[in-house]
């Protein structure tokens, strides 16, 4: 049975050649699953694709490949659970030991959500949505609570319900945290009309995010963010987060090789073209992956789950990537990757990205979520096995094994804040702070002018929430510097604001433990106006055991925890201490723990750590036990 082209799989699951004809289809418009209330005011409205092939940046498309055809035992599952149309449902990709584990009893209960309904779903419905929206004929309290909490992060939109009910997170995908300043205007334009509520946040994935955002302009967002080369989809729940590289590829001196085309790529067949890309889009987990151009490691491949790491091949002299795998942050577990024995040639990345998804998600464990992360899947298989197993689905590739790299010399990993020689002669690269990550519409207006001043028209977002200013001539630094902006942002901050990273925390996150960008900020400042500290200290800040502002990577990091005070519950910090970053990264150890971060508290004892641990000292005039 066909309907607009599409074959409609309902009750169809015992004639399994026809699921074939989905292999290279566009996912079809059908009305969303939502309460009744919001069916009855749906009759009648079309349903806009946010990402519509109508007016997308590229038009470009991938071609799917076929899924796999629904075996015997998935088929009898499928039925139990009352589950009919299997385009529908999150399973349609998968293999059918993954649509088995997906449909087990045990499964992991965002399983049995995707199950019911994909989040694919979602790229579509958030267009109709929109449009019931602005008529009046619903609102989001209407919607399904799986569809508004958890099915809308498929398509970026992160719903705020314990902090700011009714708006959304949108996060985005910046593929090596590069934008334009046309983007740049595009952004400001979107969080402008939210006043006070509308900011927008780099990450710690290099990347940017919306605040303020609502479900009436959600699709329009969207649309406008293909039509400007940018997406949200697949950028959170189980699916790749944004690719990290180098904030300096393609100017660096020392690079091996510019990254940026590669990240590109890679968005592109991870995402379809940022469209969505229903095949890769229900994985077990989330999977991070970092490309590393340099020996700086930028984008700490030792924490990601995949870290392809450039360097030359020791025999032939060609530059290509060793892998590393597994390596994750969670509340239960804190792994560095380890060795994925294999060797990348430059023009096998992206098919070894693809092959690599899509053993995860056709293996990957779907029972429990704590388990479900790269790593227990490579230490079970072991890497030799993973290498041949990837190198399977790549269509019978035989991977080359790791190549084994000894450096005479030690190289630190750099600071790309300040001005910085590119490797084109007359160029620099201009590095500004910018604290905690937070920024508003006219900071990303001045941005965008400033890069097209005096740069190429082009900024760099950092892991450490920073920005970067590439291809700027020598002789127009030092006008440059006089921009107002970077008094707020500054050029060469202090050694403490320098190395500042913080998660969102509290004031938006509805997980966290302790509120974390606005304590940072005031904190790091009075530290820096009491002590004088010789080098750039690393203090990241992250409101939970999630870690998403990489506690364990900082040289002294603060994790929201329990503490008590006075006998009562209060906002408390675990502090980690010596994280190394670059080669040869280490994580840092737990040091203290239930400390309260009442400033009277928190204060004095970093104080004491910066003073015995990094060589602060006290300013004159300021006495040496001040709090
Ligand atoms: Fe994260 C969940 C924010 C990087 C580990 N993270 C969340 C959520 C979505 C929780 C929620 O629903 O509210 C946070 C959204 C808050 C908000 O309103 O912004 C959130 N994570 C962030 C960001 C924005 C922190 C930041 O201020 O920069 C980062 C967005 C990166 C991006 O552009 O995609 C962010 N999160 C990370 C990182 C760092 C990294 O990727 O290097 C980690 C640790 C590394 C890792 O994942 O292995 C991280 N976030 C988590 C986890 C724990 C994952 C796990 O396996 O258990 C969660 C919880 C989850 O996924 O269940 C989480
Ligand atoms: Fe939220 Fe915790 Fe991540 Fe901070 S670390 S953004 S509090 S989930």
């Known amino acids: 049975m066909q309907t607009g082209g599409m074959v409609n799989v309902n009750m169809k699951l015992s004639q399994p050649q026809q699921l074939r004809s989905c292999a290279n289809a566009r996912l079809p418009a059908r009305p969303a699953a939502r309460t009744a209330a919001a069916l009855r005011a749906s009759s009648g409205n079309g349903v806009a694709s946010a990402n519509g092939a109508s007016a997308n940046g590229t038009g470009r498309r991938l071609v799917l490949e076929d899924p796999p055809l629904v075996s015997e035992e998935v088929s009898a599952l499928m039925a139990e659970q009352g589950i009919t149309d299997l385009e529908k449902s999150g399973l349609l990709y998968l293999s059918n030991d993954a649509r088995a584990r997906a449909l087990a009893k045990k499964a992991a209960k965002p399983e049995k959500i995707k199950n019911e309904k994909g989040g694919h779903m979602m790229w579509s419905e958030v267009g109709e949505l929109g449009q019931m929206i602005r008529k009046g004929d619903m609102s989001w309290e209407d919607l399904a609570l799986d569809d508004i909490d958890i099915r809308l992060k498929w398509s970026g939109l992160f719903h705020r319900r314990k902090r700011a009910p009714g708006t959304f997170m949108m996060r985005l995908k910046a593929p090596n945290g590069e934008l334009t300043a046309k983007q740049l205007r595009f952004l400001a334009g979107c969080i402008e009309p939210y006043g006070e509520k509308g900011c927008a946040d780099i990450t710690t994935r290099a990347n940017m995010q919306l605040r303020g955002v609502t479900l009436g302009e959600a699709d329009q967002i969207m649309q406008g963010l293909v039509e400007h ?17 180098s904030p300096i590829a393609g100017i660096d001196p020392h690079e091996f090789l510019d990254v940026r085309p590669l990240n590109y790529a890679l968005n592109d067949m991870i995402t379809n073209f940022g469209h969505g890309n229903p095949a890769l889009t229900n994985l077990p987990r989330k999977i991070n992956i970092g490309l590393s151009p340099s020996r700086d490691d930028f984008p700490h491949t030792h924490i990601n789950d995949v870290g392809l790491v450039a360097c030359k091949d020791p025999a032939t002299g060609e530059v290509g990537f060793n892998v590393e795998l597994g390596g994750y942050f969670s509340i239960k577990r804190n792994a560095t990757s380890i060795p994925g024995e294999t060797f990348l040639a430059v023009d096998q990345v992206v098919p070894y990205c693809k092959a690599l998804l899509e053993v995860f998600r056709d293996y990957g464990a779907r029972i429990d979520r704590q388990k479900a992360r790269l790593m227990w899947m490579v230490e079970d298989m072991g890497a030799d096995k993973f290498r041949e197993l990837v190198g399977e689905y790549m269509g019978g590739v035989t991977l080359r094994k790791g190549v084994h790299l000894k450096y005479d010399d030690v190289w630190a990993r750099r600071d790309v804040l300040g001005v910085h020689p590119q490797k084109q002669p007359g160029f620099v690269w201009v590095g500004a702070c910018v604290p905690a990550g937070r920024l508003f519409a006219s900071d990303l207006r001045d941005f965008a002018r400033v890069c097209e001043e005096y740069g190429d028209g082009t900024i760099r977002l950092t892991v450490e929430q920073d920005v970067i200013f590439p291809n700027v001539p020598e002789a127009s630094v030092g006008a440059m510097r006089a921009e107002p902006i970077f008094q707020k942002y500054e050029i060469e901050p202090g050694n403490l604001t320098r190395g500042m990273v913080s998660c969102t925390g509290a004031q938006f996150c509805g997980v966290a433990i302790i509120e974390t960008k606005n304590r940072a900020m005031a904190i790091v400042r009075k530290l820096e106006e009491q002590l004088d500290i010789p080098k750039k200290v690393r203090m990241h800040w992250t409101g939970c055991p999630n870690s998403c502002a990489q506690a364990q990577v900082a040289d002294i990091g603060l994790m929201g925890g329990p503490a008590r005070l006075d006998g009562k519950a209060v906002e408390g910090v675990r502090i980690f201490l010596g994280g190394t970053i ?22 004095p004892m970093l104080r004491e750590l910066l003073i015995e641990r990094y060589g602060a000292t006290p300013k004159a005039g300021v006495l040496a036990g001040a709090a």
């Open 582 to 603: 670059g080669e040869g990264a280490a994580l840092a150890a737990e040091f203290e723990k239930g400390i309260p971060c009442e400033e009277s508290i928190l204060l």
């Open 229 to 245: 080369g940018l997406s949200s989809v697949m950028s959170g729940m189980d699916n790749v987060r944004n690719m990290t590289g």
